[in-house]
């Protein structure tokens, strides 16, 4: 019988170093960082404020890059990207969610949703306005497409940001931090959603949080200490 050919993993990080400064300045936000998210994970990235957490999210979305060694997307090297390659990749394959949800205030929840996926070139005029509200139904606030944000919760301003991480259907999704603006019962419904749509739709999470709740659920955990990987849950 033919070996199984494995699966190329979503995200490969090959001994990342980060540091800022120089010679007696210089300070190490990563350190010989090694791990790979296969695709369709749900992974946990824990550690406390200044661990490295937000370092390693820049890099492993090419926003920022490694002093040294490697990171692979979706079989992309990124460090051999220019800037606009970069952001290519980023509109076409990652969706991003933020603590501070980063809606657009003057604009509706739909339009929220619906203009990103206009100017990114890839729908027409219907084709995103039945992505935005398929998405806006499936987090549960299709009731509320034609409010704005300031008419929202904090929770139903997630959901929309939800919405709009998933609406382009990206292969990789980055929470940083979803649920640190928002109390723990809406907490929890927000990560009960994001492993529903982990589970129904195969995307890969990585989702970065200082929550006990999410570390307490997740499939897998990574945590950071001092820009050193401390501790993965698979290993």
Known sequence: ???????????????????????ASKVDAL????????????????????????????????????????????????????????????????????????????LSAFDNVYYPLVLNGDYNKRQAKELSLYYLDRVGINHLVERKPGQLSGGQQQRVAIARALAHSPGVIIADEPTGNLDLATGEAILDLLMEINQETKTTFIVSTHSTQLKNRAKRVIEIKDGELVYDSVK
Request: glycine content about 8%; charged content about 20%; some cysteine.
């Open 1 to 23: 019988m033919a070996n199984k050919i494995k699966e190329l993993p979503a995200i490969l990080l090959i001994d990342i170093y980060k540091s800022y400064g120089w010679d």
């Open 31 to 106: 350190k010989n960082i090694n791990f790979e998210i296969a695709k369709g994970e749900f992974l946990a990235l824990c550690g406390p404020s200044g661990s490295g957490k937000s370092t390693l999210l820049n890099i492993l979305s090419g926003i920022d890059k490694p002093t040294s060694g490697s990171t692979i997307f979706l079989d992309k090297a990124l460090n051999d990207l220019n800037e606009e390659q970069l952001s290519f990749i980023r509109s076409k394959h990652l969706g991003f969610i933020f603590q501070f949800f980063n809606l657009i205030p003057v």
